[in-house]
């Protein structure tokens, strides 16, 4: 069997409800927002992986998350993403530059990357950019408004929450989006 796996970060409930409630914010945008069960951070998504190739993912994850130290995350925008892309694909959230988390991500895309497992593709190119999507912008509707017209997405926040795990995630696309399953939780060191 194939499963769609990711790596996250999830959010305490708290975070989730504060989240939730900026999304009435903006009522007049064509958005399709994202239900607080799938509010998180991906630091490697992985595509899709044969059940032996994911007991080998987990193996992987729960060394690197032993390695690693728990720590905070300062969320402190919400924006049009990603940047500089016009017309905009999404609302999201961003947080402050954190060590750890970079060092977390480049631990785990390291360990992944190097294992035997044949069927990961290497990661993009692109710099590591962590970010929330709270909904996918309609690309269509939003067309149809005048660009001077759309609502600015600006918003400074300030939430914190300490990450205490990553988890390896399933992703099963169906008609209604993506729904996410934790597969295995695997705790930080403390």
């Known amino acids: 069997m194939q499963h769609r796996i990711f790596i996250a970060i ?3 409930e708290n975070i989730k409800k504060e989240l939730m409630g900026f999304q009435s914010k903006w009522p007049e945008l064509p958005v399709k927002w994202v239900g607080p069960e799938n509010l998180h951070i991906t630091l490697a998504f992985l595509g899709y992986l044969s059940d032996e190739e994911l007991l080998e993912i987990i193996k992987i994850t729960k060394e690197v998350a032993q ?4 720590f905070s995350i300062n969320l402190n925008k919400i924006c049009y993403g990603p940047p500089k892309k016009m017309p ?3 609302v999201w959230v961003e947080g402050e530059k954190s060590t750890e988390l970079g060092k977390l991500q480049k631990d785990l895309e390291n360990s992944l990357f190097s294992a035997p497992t044949k069927s990961l ?6 710099p590591y950019a962590p970010h929330i999507t709270l909904g996918r912008i309609r690309q269509w509707e939003l067309r149809q408004i005048e660009p001077e017209e759309r609502p600015e997405v600006n918003e400074d926040i ?4 300490e990450v205490n795990s990553i988890e390896v995630m399933e992703s099963e696309l169906k008609r209604g989006g993506a729904e996410y399953t934790i597969l295995e ?3 930080l060191k403390i």
Do not use: D
């Not at 390695?67 to 728990?70: A, G, H, L, V, Y």
């Not at 593709?121 to 692109?126: D, T, Y």
């Open 158 to 161: 300030s939430l914190s929450f």
């Open 67 to 70: 390695r690693n130290n728990s």
């Open 185 to 187: 939780s695997c705790p």
């Open 121 to 126: 593709k290497k990661p993009e190119a692109r």
């Open 10 to 12: 999830n959010f305490p």
């Open 88 to 90: 905009p694909r999404m």
